[in-house]
């Protein structure tokens, strides 16, 4: 089993960037396709970024596509978000999820193991 714990979150203006991290303990982190999700007040958790346990494969929605950058350290047992241009719709809670030998699915019944999330507010 593995815990997963993000970080990074806070208030920023549009434009601005951010970068979120995600820490992992438990488990052995290679064994684990890493995705971010997000969930913005009302809405359902949309899938934002994901990337293979060897790091080869990254998925990102077409929303953040250009603008979002996914990455990971195994050595470190963290995945990374860095997130540039940020626009007021980018505001949400970001959640952080593993998939037990996963490729990175876009498909978050797919995750096994989930973080608290951490709120990021793009301010207009």
């Known amino acids: 089993q593995v815990q997963l714990v993000e ?16 820490a992992a303990s438990g488990s052995t982190f290679s064994w684990y396709a890493m995705g971010w999700f997000r969930q913005a007040p009302g809405k359902e958790r949309e899938f934002v970024a994901a990337v293979s346990r060897s790091v080869s494969i990254t998925n990102y929605a077409d929303s953040v596509k250009g603008r979002f950058t996914i990455s990971r350290d195994n050595a470190q047992s963290t995945v990374y978000l860095r997130m540039n241009s940020l626009k007021p719709e980018d505001t949400a809670v970001y959640y952080c999820a593993a998939d037990l030998w996963g490729t990175g699915s876009t498909k978050a019944p797919e995750y096994d193991y989930w973080g608290q999330g951490t709120q990021v507010t793009v301010s207009s």
């Open 7 to 22: 970080s990074g979150g806070r208030l920023v203006q549009a434009g601005g960037s951010l970068s979120l991290s995600c």
